[in-house]
């Protein structure tokens, strides 16, 4: 069984639509987690981080974390076609030294 | 751009051969990481170095792969002996030392490796 579980999609939603991206994880010892966005043929870049358990929200997009249920979820507001992406969730147990990365959900936000 | 740079960006080679990738962190950040990412898998941990000391290492680092940081301020990852199973993305990130929400692991666009 992997650490982290992610759906790999691919999702396809139409623009303006809420999008909700989940992993679970196995590990209990996690404490960081974290939100990354890739398109293609780049590198992963950081879209949300939170601490612990609980709500993050930094304009379209909220994280939530409820570690007792060792779940994690990426709300995303009003899609733009621009969303298009694969979204990664990544955990850690003490900070960033080892990230343990889901598969990716591959997104697409059709105009 | 002063964001992280990895050099080159494609490498095609052929079994058996020997392949060295660069990585040029944000230069103010003293931890670089490498992380390895297949297609339809998420990036997976390789090892780290704070400044020039790589202070933690994946199993997946097997004996063929070597990592430097020798001036702790770009790094480079030699793979030997090249096998197909090589074949995936090598991603570099930097950040500063105590990973907080405004030290984040920034990644850079990666060196794609096929080995044929």
């Known amino acids: ?111 | 751009d002063t964001g992280v740079s990895q050099d080159p960006r494609h490498k095609i080679t052929k079994r058996g051969q020997n392949v060295t990738f660069r990585c040029d962190p944000i230069s103010e950040h003293n931890r670089l990481y490498w992380y390895r990412q297949t297609l339809g898998q998420g990036p997976e941990f390789l090892t780290y170095f704070q400044n020039e000391a790589q202070l933690e290492k994946s199993r997946l680092l097997s004996d063929r792969f070597s990592a430097e940081r020798p001036k702790g301020s770009f790094s480079t990852l030699e793979i030997q002996r090249t096998e197909q199973g090589d074949s995936a993305m090598y991603l570099c990130a930097s950040s500063s030392t105590g990973f907080r929400e405004n030290s984040p692991l920034h990644f850079g666009n990666g060196t794609r490796l096929t080995v044929t």
Request: hydrophobic share 30%; charged share 20%.
């Open chain 1, 1 to 111: 069984q992997k650490e982290v579980e992610q759906d790999p999609g691919p999702l396809s939603v139409p623009e303006g639509a809420i999008v909700s991206l989940n992993c679970t994880y196995s590990n209990s010892a996690f404490q960081y987690f974290m939100w990354y966005r890739q398109y293609s043929r780049k590198g992963p870049e950081l879209l949300m981080y939170t601490y612990s358990s609980g709500n993050k929200e930094d304009g379209r997009f909220t994280a939530q974390v409820d570690k007792s249920s060792k779940y994690i979820s990426l709300f995303i507001r009003d899609s733009q076609p621009s969303d298009s992406a694969t979204y990664l969730c990544a955990m850690s147990r003490n900070g960033a030294n080892n990230l343990f990365f889901g598969t990716g959900t591959r997104l697409t936000v059709i105009p």
